[in-house]
């Protein structure tokens, strides 16, 4: 399973990254401008499979992979309609599901792209500002 995690710049989604990982991403206030995303795989414990392993004894156990994709948050232009890079792009559709992360915590040493925090206006910029994927997939089935 690939999960993309989105949201606006400076939101907490590195952060959030972080923890589902254990990974070490930079979470520095600027570094949000990258376009490569952060990529990790996680291996999923599940003690069924383990008790289906001592039953069967088989030769090789293979447990489920989550593959976390950290996308750079939208700013200015991007949410203005100027639309997202081909290769953000690519990373999302990709994914079999999205994690959106809301900032709702105020901080002066990580500055907020709208100059505030407003968990509402932030979600629906957010949403708003992304491509859906039922639009982009009805809309390539509708030539007649």
Do not use: C
């Amino acid at each position: 399973m690939k999960i993309a995690i989105i949201g606006l710049p400076n939101s907490g989604k590195t952060t959030v990254f972080n923890a589902l990982t254990r990974a070490t991403a930079e979470t520095a206030a600027y570094s949000s401008g990258q376009l490569e995303p952060n990529l990790a795989t996680v291996k999923v414990p599940d003690q069924r499979l383990e008790m289906l392993a001592q039953m069967f004894k088989p030769r090789k156990i293979t447990y489920a992979d989550v593959q976390y994709v950290d996308v750079a948050g939208i700013s200015g232009g991007g949410r203005q309609g100027g639309g997202l890079p081909p290769a953000l792009l690519n990373y999302i559709s990709g994914a079999d599901a999205l994690l959106h992360v809301a900032r709702a915590f105020a901080d002066e040493s990580v500055p907020h792209p709208d100059g505030s925090v407003n968990l509402e206006r932030d979600i629906a910029a957010s949403i708003l500002s992304w491509p859906s994927p039922i639009s982009r997939s009805s809309s390539a089935g509708s030539a007649v």
